[in-house]
């Protein structure tokens, strides 16, 4: 009983799949346990979607989710497949919704940036003195 309540503390259970979620610095990231000691965590930084996937004492990072079933060798049509497949289909639904945030690059200088900013780009004036002087350190 007492082994019973320490491994459901751990996120593992005798069916083998739960979905945890743990905190990390900048966003909520997910955890999927699987059969035995497998687990895929995944969270987003500032190039997407992550997953770090953990089996037979190696763990890995991946970007696309065919890599993760390829690293963790599963064979289809079993719950531990089918689990994952459904985790990752609700992932690409949750990613659907939110609207990613535009980089800079993307944007582009505002006029008011521009006008007032400092740096080459924002000078393109070239009656401007010193248009095409350069700062050596």
Same mark, same amino acid.
């Given at each position: 009983?007492?082994?019973?309540?320490?491994?459901?503390?751990?996120?593992?259970?005798?069916?083998?799949?739960?979905?945890?979620?743990?905190?990390?610095?900048?966003?909520?990231?997910?955890?999927?346990?699987?059969?035995?000691?497998?687990?895929?965590?995944?969270?987003?930084?500032?190039?997407?979607?992550?997953? #770090? $996937?953990?089996?037979? %004492?190696?763990?890995?990072? !991946?970007? *696309?989710? =065919?890599?993760?079933? +390829?690293?963790?060798?599963?064979?289809?049509?079993?719950?531990?497949?089918?689990?994952?497949?459904?985790?990752?289909?609700?992932?690409?639904?949750?990613?659907?919704?939110?609207?990613?945030?535009?980089?800079?690059?993307?944007?582009?200088?505002?006029?008011?940036? #521009? $006008?007032?900013?400092? %740096?080459?780009?924002?000078? !393109?004036? *070239?009656? =401007?003195?010193?248009? +095409?002087?350069?700062?050596?350190?």
């Amino acid at each position: 009983m007492e082994r019973a309540r320490t491994d459901n503390l751990l996120g593992r259970c005798p069916h083998g799949l739960v979905q945890l979620s743990a905190r990390g610095h900048s966003m909520k990231r997910e955890r999927l346990h699987l059969q035995g000691d497998m687990t895929v965590e995944t969270g987003k930084d500032t190039n997407g979607r992550f997953f #770090i $996937a953990y089996a037979n %004492g190696t763990s890995v990072i !991946l970007r *696309e989710q =065919d890599e993760v079933r +390829q690293f963790l060798n599963l064979v289809g049509k079993t719950r531990s497949r089918d689990a994952l497949d459904s985790w990752f289909a609700s992932l690409s639904l949750g990613d659907r919704g939110h609207n990613p945030v535009p980089t800079e690059m993307e944007q582009g200088l505002s006029e008011r940036a #521009i $006008a007032t900013g400092f %740096g080459p780009e924002c000078h !393109l004036d *070239e009656s =401007d003195p010193n248009y +095409q002087t350069r700062t050596v350190i």
